[in-house]
Nanobody, 127 residues
Framework: QVQPVESGGGSVQPGGSLRLSCTTSGRTFSSYAMAWFRQAPGKEREFVAAISGSDGRIYYLPSVKGRFTISRDNRDNAKNTMYLQMNNLKPEDTAIYFC?????????????????WGQGTQVTVSS
């Protein structure tokens, strides 16, 4: 099992940047596919970005491609951390961002009941 914990949210002006981190417990981080989802007020949770466990395949929501970068550190001495670098932020990026983990070699774009979820971190983009 893993327990994701997000950090790095905050408030920025349009055009600004933030880097979110998701740290997980457990020893087999590389065997988990990881993803970011977000949920804006009054809207359903939506997929943002995903990365597979070991071969590094990456997927993005079209509206964030070119602005967001997902990455992960699988090194043995790393802190089992996944990142989401968000640049050129827009007001429509305002949401609670959630980290999710699944014991799978394949990246995932839709959530399942058995996925492991963090508590979320708030991102607010406003002038």
């Amino acid at each position: 099992q893993v327990q994701p914990v997000e950090s790095g949210g905050g408030s920025v002006q349009p055009g600004g940047s933030l880097r979110l981190s998701c740290t997980t417990s457990g020893r087999t981080f590389s065997s988990y596919a990881m993803a970011w989802f977000r949920q804006a007020p009054g809207k359903e949770r939506e997929f943002v970005a995903a990365i597979s466990g070991s071969d590094g395949r990456i997927y993005y929501l079209p509206s964030v491609k070119g602005r967001f970068t997902i990455s992960r550190d699988n090194r043995d001495n790393a802190k089992n951390t996944m990142y989401l670098q968000m640049n050129n932020l827009k007001p429509e990026d305002t949401a609670i961002y959630f980290c999710a983990a699944r014991p799978s070699t394949r990246a995932f774009l839709t959530p399942q009941q058995d996925d492991y979820w963090g508590q979320g971190t708030q991102v607010t983009v406003s002038s």
